[in-house]
């Protein structure tokens, strides 16, 4: 391959993802993937699997598609359930731990990643689309969190399992930092996920318990379509990536593999940005 023809910003290749070799990372561990029926939830919950882990595939809507992750990880040889649950309804998240648990004995992997958009300019909003926003993407997160914590006091550490009590892993968003006209109740949900992820990990890190964050930037998933669809969409999402490509759910679950693992064992309180540079000011490239 000649490297010259990948300097002209024109032609440069599509992406291609080369295969990770399984390394069995997590081997023996139990995670809880939340939304894990599409989108950034699904790469999440086959790359833990991937790597070992036995995986609940938790969703609120469509049994079909929670049935076909499953029906993947098992046929890959992994282990896999699926759990109907709203993550904003407390009974829900309480029960569904308890099955996870009965089922699977524990939990050492808890991926916060339900999360929806319900945008309006921001005095067309009504109260229901900024409630349905927070209770899913904050409420919901704190409800996992809160049962995940409990069991990783309650079982402590295990060695030869893993080095840490337990890890949260949050899917949180660039806009945990760019503020986003049009979706203020999405950029108030993700700002709440952020310190509340840092106080928590500040909290309970002591007990050897891990919290991070994800942030990921424009993920090809349904969520954001209209971003991506059409040709000139997508040139202008481009304006906001440096590394001029959107993002693929693989992106996201092999970040997320890695947080898990005890590879990222001194890692505590972080908000990894898997972006393609969206955080960096690209405006300012040329402006300024
Ligand atoms: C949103 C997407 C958006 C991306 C970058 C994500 O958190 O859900 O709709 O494309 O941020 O703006």
Not at 78 to 96: C, L, R
């Amino acid at each position: 391959m000649n490297p010259e023809q990948h300097n002209n910003l024109d032609t440069l290749p599509d992406v291609v993802m080369p295969e990770c070799p399984q390394r069995n990372l997590l081997r023996g561990q139990k995670a809880l993937v939340t939304g894990a029926n599409s989108g950034i939830g699904r790469s999440v919950a086959l790359y833990l699997a991937k790597e070992g882990a036995d995986v609940v595939v938790n969703y609120v809507f469509d049994d079909a598609s929670a049935k076909e992750v499953v029906d993947e990880i098992k046929r890959k040889g992994g282990h896999a359930i699926a759990i109907k649950a709203d993550v904003s309804n407390e009974t829900e998240v309480q029960s569904m731990f308890a099955s996870m648990l009965e089922e699977f004995g524990t939990i050492d992997i808890l991926v916060n990643n339900a999360g929806l958009q319900s945008d309006a300019a921001f005095d067309e909003m009504t109260l229901e689309q900024w409630n349905k926003v927070i209770n899913v993407n904050l409420t919901g997160q704190f409800l996992c969190a809160r049962e995940a914590i409990r069991e990783f006091k309650r079982r402590g550490v295990i060695s030869e399992i893993s080095c840490a009590a337990g890890k949260i892993i949050s899917i949180s968003s660039v806009h945990e930092v760019i503020p986003w006209g049009g979706h203020v109740n999405y950029a108030a949900s993700k700002g709440g996920v952020m310190l509340m992820n840092k106080s928590l990990a500040q909290e309970v890190a002591p007990y050897r318990i891990r919290v991070n964050s994800v942030c990921p930037g424009a993920i090809r998933t349904p969520i954001n379509r209209t971003a991506w669809e059409t040709p000139e969409a997508y040139d202008d999402l481009m304006k906001l990536i440096p590394y001029n490509r959107i993002g693929e759910p693989v992106d996201i679950g092999r970040a997320v593999v890695w947080l898990a693992s005890d590879d990222s064992d001194y890692i505590n309180g972080i908000s990894l940005f898997v972006d393609g540079g969206m955080t960096l000011y690209p405006g300012f490239a040329e402006g300024g």
